[in-house]
Structures are given as structure tokens and as C-alpha cells.
């Protein structure tokens, strides 16, 4: 039985990603994104990222191609097996984290990280934050360039890079990650169940204005944000059994 019905395809604005888009489109019966049973993805990370952003209100599986840089979220470019590899794809479902950020002049703004919720100072003065974990204060005072709190999807991408840790996604664990923490300088961030509610609170964010940040979505001068996962959106990427996202994250807790 054919699992999938209608490809829809989406393509970065690169040259390389649009080459493969006019090949796919004359190779393989496709319709408009917003009418497929599955999106293919052609470009790299950052592009999957905004694909999965573009489908929130469209949820349908998303097989992605890389033709950008990294690709951890992708798939080989293969051309000639688009239909089989579909067909024996694995799918791994996403929930993104939503974010409320209350803004200096009382307006409150909404934002959806599927990789992570990161606030920052915006100025050249470090943040001052104070962090509460389900309505306890876990934190009076952190002073840093920022801190983020990162899906399993999310772990190997900002998140390692601030020295976070990598989380399998089956792990039901978000990581809650400090940017240069001044102090307290030897704290290194926790491991918080999938569950956890956040709140950052910026102090005395006048004069140390700080801004949140859900993926690409950037919320400036905020005096609080929440943070949760939001259990009502499920997005799913489909992966090639050799290159499933599982192993790719097992196997970069073992990079040299």
C-alpha cells in the first residue's frame, strides 16, 4: 500500500536547492505544499527549520534533503529513489516549545522554538535573570550573556555550542543551558523532565535590556518569559533507516 498520495515540495532560494526542485518536479506527480500528504524539504537546517514553521497549521510528515551545510535534520540528496525512500522512511515526532514573553511596555507576544527558547542581553552589560522552575525560584540571580532551554531536536545545534548537553529524543528531558555564565560561574545548566514549566525574569531590565528569542522569532526588551512545551502541536520528520535522527544524535555524543 502507498503511503504517501500527494508530494509537495519546498526549496531554499540557493542554486544548488533550486536545481533539484526543477529535477524532482519533472521527475515525481506533485502538488502544492498545502494540499500534500508529505513535504520534501529541499535545502539545509536553518530551511527545515522555517519548513517546520511553515506546516504548524498543516502537519504532515516532512522528509528533508540536504543541500545546505550540516544537514543534521536531513536526508541524502538522492533523486532517483524518492518514492521508495518515502515509503520506508522512519518518522520521529516533534513538539516545540512555546514561549510568552511579557515586553517592557506591558504587550505580551507569543513565539514557537522547535530547537530552542534563548533569551540575551541586547546591550554590552551582561543579563541579569532570575530562573523559576514550576513556580519554585531555583535561581535568584544569574548574570551571563543569556541562557536557553533546548528541545532534543535543538541539543546539537545552539545549545551544544553553549556546552549544553545532547539529548536523545526519546529522553522526554529538555536541557536548560547558560550563555557565559558570570555568575554563578560554576553553574553549568540541569536536565529538566519535558513537563517543566519555565519562567526567566530580567532584572532591572532598563538598564540591562534583554530579548527572547523562538527559533527565528525575536522579542526584544521583555521583562518575563515563559516557557513549556505545547502539547497540542506534533510535527513529524521522516528519516532514512540508515541515517535515522536517533542515531545521529547517538553517534554525536561520540565525536572526538
Known sequence: MTRF????????????????????????????????????????????????????????????????????????????????????????????????ALRCDGKEEHGLGINEVSMFRQTHQAARLSITIDGVERLPELVCDGVLVATPAGSTAYNLSAHGPILPTGANLLALTPISAFRPRRWR?????????????????????????????EIRDVV?????????????LLFDPAHNLEERILNEQFVP
Open 5 to 100: 498520495h500527494k508530494i509537495g515540495f519546498r526549496a531554499a532560494q540557493g542554486a544548488e536547492a533550486q536545481d533539484a526542485l526543477r529535477q524532482l518536479s519533472a521527475t515525481y506527480p506533485h502538488v502544492p505544499p498545502a494540499e500534500a500528504d508529505v513535504v520534501v524539504a529541499l535545502g539545509g537546517d536553518g530551511f527545515m527549520l522555517e519548513t517546520l514553521h511553515a506546516c504548524i497549521d498543516h502537519p504532515v510528515p516532512i522528509y528533508g534533503m540536504n543541500l545546505g551545510t550540516v544537514g543534521f535534520l536531513l536526508n541524502d540528496y538522492q533523486a532517483d529513489c524518492l518514492q521508495e525512500n518515502l515509503e520506508q522512511a522512519l518518522a520521529v515526532p516533534l513538539q516545540p516549545l512555546r514561549m510568552r
Open 189 to 217: 545548566g540541569a536536565l529538566l523532565p519535558s513537563k517543566t514549566r519555565f519562567c526567566f525574569k530580567a532584572i532591572d531590565p532598563i538598564k540591562r535590556p534583554v530579548s527572547a528569542v523562538a527559533d527565528s522569532t
Open 224 to 236: 518575563e518569559v515563559e516557557v513549556w512545551v505545547d502539547p497540542d502541536i506534533t510535527l513529524t
